[in-house]
Structures are given as structure tokens and as C-alpha cells.
């Protein structure tokens, strides 16, 4: 069960990204006091967790009530993940979320709004529950049952813990780090999230003709 935790565990932790999205939330908060970005940090991460953990529940039965077989969603959410992991060796993936910080920031200022609400969107959807993290979720759960399937839920709360700790020291974090480090292990993280992505691939595709 060490072994299937782990393997869940770096698994949402790539796809999730909490390193990725410190320096976002930075960006989107700043400005704001203490107080606010906690919350912010608080309620992003809640809202991330409530969907994600709907779709851990709910991704087979509903997987099956489209008439989707499940090794045909593992080859695609397979698929999906690859793209995610070249976006990540080649920056195209900070680069995209750079730019929404930009997009949520320069509506704030035209409305005049000093502290924005920016827990549900962008940050919960889709920064961290995105089509990508959910698709993950289904994908890891639908392939665990009983006590396995409950391991697994526990990778995905502690991922989800590692991201609020990241998202409430988002400022230290970047002043420690810099752009050259988080470039750094964007890419690393990139380079596994892209192996995994193969390895779904080759596990639906293997299984749909055997």
C-alpha cells in the first residue's frame, strides 16, 4: 500500500503542481493583506478539494453512464496528461497562467476593485481542479477498489495539504526559490508527468486489444 500511495501521491503532485501555483497565487494576490490571502489560500484550496473528490466518487458511474469504457478514458486522460507535460518542459504552462494572472488582474483594475475574490476562479477551477487534475482523479480512482481506492483519496488530501501550506507561504516561497529554480523543477516535474502519461497510454491501449 506504501508503494500505491507514493505512486498516487507524485502523481497528483505533479499534475497538481502546488510549486507551479504559488507563484500564480502570489501574483493574483497581490496587493491584498495577510487576512485576504489567507482566505483566498483557504477557500481555493477547499473549492479544489470538493470537485476533485466529486469526480474521485463519481468518475466511474458516470464514465459508464456515457458508455466510456474505462480503458478508453486511461489512453485519453493519458494523452491529455502528455500535452500538460510538454506545456511544462517548455514553459508553456507558466507561460499560460502568467497571462491569465495578467487577464484577472487588469479586469480588477478597470472595476476598481482592490481585493478580488480569486479562490473559485481562477485558482480552484482551473488552476488547481482543472481539466487535467480531474481527469487524473477519475483515472487513479477508477483503478482502485476497496482499501486501495481510500489510499489513494489519501494522496490526493495530501497533495491538496501540500498546496494550501504552498499557496499561505506563496511570497516567502518565491523570494527563496526565484525564476530560475521554479523554471527548473517545472521542467523535472514535466519530464516524470510526461513518462506517467506515456505509461496510461500503453495500459489502455494494452487492455482495449487484449
Known amino acids: 500500500m506504501l508503494g500505491l500511495y507514493l505512486s498516487a501521491f507524485v502523481t497528483f ?3 497538481i503542481d502546488p510549486v507551479g501555483c504559488a507563484p500564480i497565487f502570489a501574483g493574483l494576490t497581490r496587493g491584498g493583506g495577510p487576512e485576504y490571502r489567507r482566505a483566498m489560500a483557504i477557500r481555493s484550496t477547499a473549492v479544489a478539494a470538493a470537485v476533485l473528490l466529486l469526480f474521485a466518487f463519481i468518475g466511474t458511474p458516470l464514465l459508464k453512464t456515457l458508455g466510456i469504457s474505462l480503458d478508453a478514458f486511461r489512453a485519453a486522460g493519458g494523452i491529455m496528461l502528455f500535452l500538460i507535460a510538454l506545456e511544462m518542459v517548455f514553459e508553456k504552462r507558466t507561460e499560460k497562467r502568467e497571462h491569465r494572472v495578467e487577464e484577472v488582474n487588469k479586469r480588477a483594475a478597470e472595476l476598481h476593485v482592490e481585493a478580488q475574490d ?3 476562479f481562477p485558482m480552484a477551477i ?3 481542479a482543472g481539466p487535467g487534475s480531474i481527469a487524473t482523479v477519475m483515472l487513479t480512482a477508477s ?3 476497496g482499501t ?5 483519496l489519501g494522496a490526493l488530501l495530501s497533495v491538496l495539504v501540500a498546496m494550501l501550506a504552498a499557496l499561505l507561504a506563496a511570497g516567502p516561497i518565491m523570494r527563496v526559490l526565484g525564476d530560475k529554480i521554479e523554471a527548473m523543477i517545472t521542467r523535472i516535474l514535466g519530464v516524470l508527468l510526461a ?3 506515456a505509461q496510461f497510454v500503453i495500459d489502455g491501449v494494452k ?4
Open 195 to 197: 513518462a506517467l502519461a
Open 143 to 145: 483503478r482502485s477498489h
Open 148 to 152: 486501495a481506492f481510500w489510499v489513494v
Open 13 to 15: 503532485f505533479v499534475v
Open 126 to 128: 482551473p488552476m488547481i
Open 207 to 210: 487492455a482495449s486489444f487484449s
Open 118 to 120: 480569486v479562490s473559485v
